[in-house]
């Protein structure tokens, strides 16, 4: 079965700074997806960043970008130049390739990022 | 606009008492699922649906029931209320292959 691990509960970080999220997993399979999404204080969970395992080229969306080690299963999220509105809880997701559906996405236990003005 | 609409968003429910949670989207997805939110413990997968009339259980699927009679719908039935329900339930769906969930807005599930 697939884990995934966020080891940071809380971080904060100034406005206009750069913050790195954490995330590990653990699979044996070799074709995945990852995800982050984001979950403000409205709750709705927002698609932040996808990765394909296949692709060794890292992820980047505007100011948020990703740092994938498929060998060391590993990856993290950067946010550049910080704004009050990424004040948010954020997840880690996985999906197996395999399964065309994504039935088995495995979230983490979630980052609770606050950008303090 | 498209998306996937959850109804209610917020529910009272007495112990042993059941109810249905709606789900519908309309981007024609053939995926759907229902997690349930607990702090510490991110989302977790109670049931889903890859088409109309196919339903599976996912994690935690004790205590709730799912059907899919139409590609749109996905209600999630609860039949006898438990404490331990009390969460926040999101519906989910995508297309094949990878492309992320699409989430509706959230249920907060009180069972007292």
């Known amino acids: 079965a697939q884990t995934v691990t966020q080891s940071q509960p809380e971080m904060s970080v100034q406005e206009a700074e750069t913050v790195t999220l954490s995330c590990t997993y653990d699979?044996?399979?070799?074709?995945?997806?990852l995800f982050w999404y984001k979950q403000p204080p409205s709750r709705q969970m927002i698609l932040v960043i996808r990765q394909e395992a296949y692709k060794q080229q890292n992820a980047t969306e505007n100011r948020f970008s990703v740092n994938f080690q498929k060998a060391a299963k590993s990856f993290s999220l950067k946010i550049s130049d910080s704004q009050l509105g990424d004040t948010a809880m954020y997840f880690c997701a996985f999906s197996r390739r395999a399964d065309n559906y994504g039935q088995n996405f495995v979230f983490g236990p979630g980052t609770r990022l606050s950008v303090l003005p | 606009n498209a998306g996937v609409t959850q109804t209610p968003k917020f529910q009272v429910l007495k112990t042993g008492q059941s109810m249905t949670l709606q789900c519908a989207q309309d981007?024609?997805?053939?995926?759907m699922s229902w997690y349930r939110q607990d702090p510490g413990m991110g989302l977790r997968l109670i049931h889903y649906?890859?088409?109309?009339?196919?339903?599976d259980q996912g994690e935690v699927p004790n205590g709730y029931n799912v059907s899919r009679s139409t590609t749109e719908d996905f209600p999630l039935r609860l039949l006898s209320a438990a404490p331990s329900q009390t969460s926040v339930y999101f519906c989910a769906s995508s297309y094949a292959g990878g492309s992320g969930y699409t989430f509706g807005s959230g249920t907060r599930l009180t069972v007292v």
């Open positions: 649906s890859v088409g109309a009339g196919i339903t």
């Open positions: 981007m024609n997805h053939e995926y």
């Open positions: 699979t044996s399979e070799s074709n995945y997806y």
